[in-house]
């Protein structure tokens, strides 16, 4: 089974944020992405507009609507009512959410789904009124996430960042990978679909999706435009599409 390849827009946009110019392109190279084989394009928007602007989201829409309706576009964030606002106006593809609070620097924790449930019941219901597919960002905990598929969700987001973490102790990688494998396998036989993402790379992306064949999509953004800086966007997205398995690497997609 091919892992479907979801770039994540925001660090490309922070990188722009830095000045007070129009580059780096946030829909430039999303275009590019996606004319590169990319399943789908990932934003965050935040309440502070660190990265990812409210105006971004829309832009993006409009850019995938003229040549790119066969793609996939994910929006994440914590749902509240400015979120909720925006991915019901776009309803997109597919809505994660994600339990960050507004003061934190990036995701790094998964859902306490006992502790949320009503409240992500409600969310996950006016979402899917929508049609929009719900994803939950969840840790690599066997025994919490299938509460998931209670509260409303369609997928669960793995949180790999403890296993990206690890890059240089390859002995506490296997353990987390190990975890990762557990609550994979939990959540598939309870019915979820499987996203991951945090802190994966070129050297540990294949790994994954080795001990993860049934995994529907990785979301990854940090690494990837790391990459870009040495390959290209372009370059960048074929060696990830590589790396999960993508079959069609190097054909003509469009």
């Known amino acids: 089974m091919t892992c479907k390849l979801s770039v994540n827009l925001n660090a490309i946009a922070m990188l722009r944020n830095r000045r007070d110019l129009p580059w780096p392109s946030v829909t430039e190279l999303g275009r590019i992405a996606l004319e590169a084989g990319a399943y789908g394009l990932t934003v965050h928007p935040r309440?502070?507009?660190?990265?990812?602007?409210?105006?971004?989201?829309?832009?993006?829409?409009?850019?995938?609507?003229?040549?790119?309706?066969?793609?996939?576009?994910?929006?994440?964030?914590?749902p509240d009512e400015r979120f909720m606002a925006i991915v019901e106006e776009v309803c997109p593809t597919q809505v994660t959410l994600v339990p960050d609070d507004p003061s934190q620097d990036t995701s790094d924790h998964g859902w306490d789904f006992a502790a949320n449930m009503k409240m992500l019941k409600?969310?996950?219901?006016?979402?899917?009124?929508?049609?929009?597919?719900?994803?939950?960002?969840?840790?690599?905990?066997?025994?919490?996430?299938?509460?998931?598929?209670?509260?409303?969700?369609d997928r669960v987001e793995l949180y790999t960042g403890p296993y990206g973490a690890c890059y240089d102790d390859p002995a506490q990688q296997a353990v987390e990978m190990e975890k990762l494998v557990s609550a994979g396998m939990m959540a598939t036989q309870a019915g979820l679909g499987l996203n991951a993402g945090h802190d994966l790379t070129l050297d540990n992306l294949m790994q994954l999706t080795f001990g993860l064949p049934f995994l529907d999509e990785v979301s990854i953004g940090h690494c990837i435009t790391a990459d870009a800086l040495k390959y290209g966007m372009a370059g960048a997205v074929e060696k990830y599409r590589a790396a999960c398995g993508d079959p069609l690497v190097g054909a003509a997609v469009r």
């Open 47 to 78: 309440p502070d507009e660190r990265h990812i602007r409210k105006a971004d989201v829309f832009e993006v829409q409009e850019m995938m609507k003229r040549g790119f309706m066969d793609r996939e576009f994910n929006i994440e964030g914590y």
């Open 122 to 153: 409600g969310v996950s219901a006016r979402l899917k009124a929508k049609g929009m597919r719900v994803a939950m960002f969840a840790d690599a905990d066997a025994s919490t996430v299938v509460l998931a598929k209670e509260a409303g969700a």
